[in-house]
């Protein structure tokens, strides 16, 4: 019985170490695209847009009930 869990053991771990890298690649290329576009764009714009975005969203103060 050990031998057949042993050997169901060994074919899952070949399994999961020679489909891992293939099923992580479309991942990998997506974040490493992201990253080039976030990179693309000059620091500046990004500070430049957070600061309207929270100036567009920004709470107003509650007052006080009449």
Do not use: C, D, E, H
Not at 17 to 28: K, Q, T
Not at 38 to 54: D, H, K, L, Q, R
């Amino acid at each position: 019985m050990i031998r057949i869990v042993l050997w169901v053991l060994a074919a899952l771990y070949l399994l999961l170490v020679g489909l891992w890298p293939a099923a992580l690649a479309p991942v990998a290329l997506t974040l490493t695209g992201g990253a080039t576009l976030i990179a693309a764009i000059p620091a500046s714009v990004w500070v430049a847009a957070v600061a309207i975005a929270w100036l567009k969203r920004k709470p107003t103060p509650a007052t006080p009930a009449a």
